[in-house]
């Protein structure tokens, strides 16, 4: 949790080509509400890394719940403000005991069962998500000030290589929380994207 993080970022955000042209004529973004997203609610960019994020539009074309018909993306800069950050001790440490505060409640209630799971898969996250969100309603119920974005960073995929530390689908995500934090939207040009 900080505001340290350097001054702005490219973020890119993977969708319909109807959608990123709604996005680059000035519509707003939508944040997405999903009981399994990976940072809780937010408004989602691959930092630094337009190709993982057409890949993943391409991706949700294969899915048979897709609104994607012809994958595109949007490039954005954005800041992260007031940051929840995976990649630190102070967030890690956050989201563990916000879990652990999560896990008493439910168990006091006499709810244990209603505590939700992450998939095997790790793609639909679902304890992830309520933890994180869970976390943003306690601040909010206490008057703490809210964070603006939520990053991490994610394994993803097979090994580049036998017993590889590497993945092919490691990412750096960002979820924003604060559409204040979004200072811009552009098309990406085809050789940036390789």
Known sequence: MHDLAPGLLLGYHGCDEAVASRLVSGEGFR???????????????????????????????????????????VGSVVSLGYCLDLTTKAGLDTVQSTYEQLRKTVEAAGESHKLPANHPDLLRRYLDCAVINHLHKIREATEERPFDSVRGVFIEGKELYPSSGFHHKTHIQIAIRNPKCIKGVFRVRPKDID
């Open 31 to 73: 944040e997405s509400q999903n009981d399994f997203d990976w940072l809780g609610h937010g408004i989602y960019f691959w930092e630094a890394n337009p190709k993982r994020a057409l890949d993943f539009a391409k991706e949700q074309l294969k899915r048979q719940s897709s609104t994607v018909s012809k994958p595109s993306l």
